[in-house]
């Protein structure tokens, strides 16, 4: 029976994994304690707004800039379209549905994912249902769509290509699990003609967007040991392309810079995270499941730098944006780190953790909380 265990519960059965013979030992497993730091940057809020409950499994449903629109999402069934700028309130709906999955788009509708497996399309304009369809199961990634497919994956591994304009199945790609995984899914993405994936399996499959045919398919890292956990190396973290090359970074595996056009890899380094990488000042950025967050040069691979200073912080999806990385930790901070040489620059404490991939665009940075709190900020110098 394939089983799926939260990516928090990962890291702690093996953090648990060996036995403390001191108090030193013990000290290096805690959470590393943030020191003071000369601050030279700091976020600004502009508004917020209140997008309602996002659940017990944090992370799944996802803000979505579009067209100068925030469309966000909860648990309980809402979805609201917020202008970007002003935070002001467009529409709001019900859906009857208990979402897991979202927020996508494309030029004329919202996608949603339900628990119950049900693909959802609103109208953009005033947040109308279009259609709905069930799915072989639950959706807790957000749909993608190009304008005449909508690419959503189930948590069984299914990923299906559906037609935008009613919901009809058009072809449907299906992985093998592992027996172990993480409760998370990779968000497909579209990219010209290629739907690209990152799978529970360590692989990333690029299919036809138009027929779901396999074009290519890169392995990023392979199981290593012998227990269902050692051997885990999902691809649970969203996939970059940047200038022709694919990026993506495993748990328990690598970080590997991949051709889009051939599927052939071009480098890789060692690499464990539960999250997708961040691309800015000709690095590539992870932050690694210890809390280590490392700048690697996008042309050669060389480390550029090394951050320690977040060590076992439970750190989320690094965002690159102005002259920092942004990235959040367990106790809600947003550290803000230097893209030049990996330095502690700013630090911001939010209403509760963040979980979702931070978003930025028209000059701000979006930060939906694991409160329901979505905010806009300004970075200040």
């Not at 036995?19 to 020191?35: G, I, Q, R, V, W």
């Not at 304009?165 to 993405?189: K, N, Q, Y």
């Not at 967007?209 to 890169?218: E, I, N, P």
């Not at 056009?261 to 800015?280: D, I, N, Y």
Request: aromatic fraction near 8%; proline fraction near 3%.
């Amino acid at each position: 029976m394939i089983k799926k265990i939260s990516l928090m519960a990962a890291a702690l059965v093996l953090a648990g994994c060996s036995s403390f013979s001191s108090d030193d030992e013990k000290a290096k497993t805690e959470p590393m304690e943030l020191e003071k730091i000369e601050t030279k940057a700091s976020l600004k809020r502009v508004w917020s707004y209140n997008a309602g409950d996002q659940g017990k499994h944090y992370g799944s449903l996802r803000a979505r800039l579009d067209a100068g629109v925030m469309y966000v999402a909860n648990t309980d069934g809402e979805v609201a379209a917020v202008d970007a700028q002003t935070g002001k309130q467009q529409w709001r709906v019900e859906t009857q549905s208990r979402l897991s999955g979202g927020v996508g788009s494309d030029d004329s509708q919202v996608y949603l994912g339900s628990f119950a497996g049900n693909l959802i399309a609103l109208d953009k304009e005033n947040g109308s249902e279009i259609w709905r369809v069930g799915l072989s199961s639950e959706i807790i990634s957000p749909p993608v769509s190009n304008g005449s497919i909508v690419v959503a994956t189930s948590i069984d591994g299914k990923t299906y290509g559906l037609n935008a304009s009613d919901g009809s199945e058009v072809w449907r790609f299906d992985t093998t699990l592992p027996l172990l995984t993480a409760r998370g899914d990779s968000a497909p993405i579209i990219e010209g003609p290629l739907v690209l994936l990152g799978q529970s399996t360590g692989q990333v499959s690029a299919l036809d967007v138009a027929t779901g045919t396999v074009r290519w398919q890169a392995t990023i890292a392979l199981p290593k040991g012998t227990s269902d956990l050692a051997r885990m190396v999902d691809i649970d973290g969203d996939l970059l392309v940047e200038q022709g090359v694919m990026y993506a970074a495993t748990y328990q595996g690598q970080l590997m810079a991949t051709d889009m056009a051939s599927g052939r890899g071009l480098w890789a380094q060692p690499a464990s995270t539960f999250h997708g990488v961040t691309a800015g000042f000709g690095n590539v950025y992870v932050a690694e499941a210890d809390g280590r967050v490392v700048a690697y040069n996008t042309s050669n691979s060389t480390q550029a730098w090394q951050n320690e200073n977040l060590l076992r912080r439970g750190l989320g999806q690094p965002l690159a944006v102005g002259s920092y990385v942004l990235v959040s930790d367990f106790e809600g901070y947003v550290h803000m780190i230097s893209q030049v040489d990996g330095t502690l620059a700013g630090r911001q404490k939010m209403g509760s953790k963040v979980t979702t991939p931070m978003i930025s665009g028209l000059g701000f940075v979006y930060i939906l909380a694991n409160d329901g709190r979505l905010t806009a900020y300004e970075i200040t110098q």
